[in-house]
């Protein structure tokens, strides 16, 4: 139901820029332990402090978010003064005190500044007041959009009426929440896997999402996935021709790794973070991976399933585009596919870079076996793509990198 609701605010909403991620397990986006994402204009800020959320009040990276700003950043650790400088303005403000001098007028902060994690921190809205650009915070996702002016003008952003926009937003996301809790009678039970993961026996396919703000990455929605197999290799991304069973290393690019110290070792040289959550989950680079499940014997599909996408934001960046495919399978065992070729539904969710577009359904016969879904169009053309069911609803299942559901 998350990723559902992800492809329909971004694909029709995206002129909120407000966050479009849910992390996996849906944990509450208010608590001080979620992972903040922060956004200036359409790119995902890369801080090594992450932001937080403190006594109610929302705390980002001075550094990170005053750099990318194009500001000059001077931080006096005697004095505890901080003074940053562009070419119009110059801000100064000292740990500690709720007011800070912004080009010779005192501004009063939600609160004071401080260290957090070994870095100094300030309220969002600070941002916004003291340099003039526009701040968003979705508690619903636990991710911090920031606008500048220049970006506005540029793209012919109205701010009246992205503030009513964000507004609606709100509001219905919390009527939504306060329907759910209305409707939960029972206390929820933290998700856990069926095998919780041993980081000394990898074994088999994981698969997690991230968010692609923008769109130019992946259409939206990115899907990590990660193979492991024996002797210590592992195959990142999905199989050439199928699931997992199908994986042969003499012809696809599988990769020696080894485990130390929290740190994926890769032998291309890469290195990722790497851990057992307490729930029992895998998590790579900080995202939360579920094992991929073969397909139940006798399980039967009888669907129209949609996927959405979209590059750039509708409203917000020049030649955006968003775009629906839909995939019918039949309980008979035959399939139709709108908007896109049988040869492409395994590819990069983003079509102007890697889809081939049909203009015309296609038909066909399909079986799955295991996390492999063979399609034969009736053209003769046989393909095969990675198939598996999310958490075991056959009204949400990932065809080779694109998530399909019921409506």
């Keep these: ?88 303005r110059t801000i100064t403000l000292i740990v ?54 220049t970006f506005m003008n540029d793209n012919n952003i109205n701010k009246a009426e992205l503030d009513k ?34 980081l000394n026996k990898l074994n088999g396919m994981y698969a997690g999402f991230r968010s692609d703000f923008g769109g130019y990455e992946c259409g939206g929605m990115c899907w990590d996935m990660y193979t492991f197999l024996p002797n210590k290799k592992v195959l990142i991304g999905p199989p050439a021709n199928g699931g997992p069973e199908t994986i042969d290393c003499k012809k696809e690019k599988c990769l020696s790794y080894s485990i130390s110290k929290g740190q994926l070792k890769l032998s291309n040289g890469k290195t990722m973070s790497i851990k057992k959550t307490e729930n029992g989950f895998l998590e790579i680079n900080s995202i939360a991976l579920t094992k991929v499940e073969p397909i ?21 960046t020049p030649a955006a ?10 309980k008979n065992g035959t399939f139709k596919l709108s908007g896109i070729s049988i040869g492409s539904l395994a590819a990069n969710s983003n079509p102007s870079t890697h889809a ?27 393909h095969k793509a990675l198939f598996f069911i999310h958490d075991s609803d056959v009204e949400d299942i990932q065809v080779g990198l694109r998530n399909y559901y019921v409506k």
Aim: glycine letters at 8%; one cysteine or more.
């Design 1 to 88: 139901m998350a990723k559902r609701i992800f492809c329909l605010v971004v694909c029709f909403a995206a002129i909120l820029v407000i966050g479009i991620a849910v992390q996996q397990g849906k944990a509450s986006a208010s608590s001080a332990d979620s992972i903040i994402k922060i956004y200036l204009n359409t790119n995902e800020l890369d801080t090594k402090t992450p932001a937080r959320i403190k006594d109610g009040t929302t705390f980002v990276p001075v550094l990170a978010v005053f750099e990318s700003l194009g500001m000059n950043v001077v931080w006096e650790p005697k004095k505890q003064l901080l003074t940053v400088k562009d070419s119009g």
């Design 96 to 149: 500690g005190e709720k007011t800070a001098n912004v080009n010779g007028k005192m501004v009063a902060l939600e609160a004071p500044a401080e260290n957090i994690d070994g870095a100094l921190q300030v309220p969002l809205h600070f941002v916004g007041d003291s340099t003039g650009a526009i701040v968003y915070w979705d508690p619903y996702v636990a991710e911090v959009s920031i606008l500048t002016t």
């Design 165 to 198: 926009q964000v507004k609606e937003y709100l509001a219905a996301k919390a009527k939504e929440e306060a329907a759910k809790k209305k409707e939960n009678k029972k206390p929820e039970v933290t998700k856990k896997p069926k095998t919780p993961v041993d």
């Design 296 to 316: 139940p014997k006798g399980t039967t599909f009888n669907n129209t399933y949609t996927y959405m996408g979209y590059s750039g934001l509708i409203g917000v």
């Design 321 to 330: 585009n968003s775009w629906t495919y839909k995939l019918t399978l039949h």
């Design 356 to 382: 081939s577009h049909s203009g015309k359904d296609e038909k066909g016969k399909y079986k799955i076996q295991t996390n492999t879904i063979t399609m034969t169009g009736n053209d003769g053309k046989v």
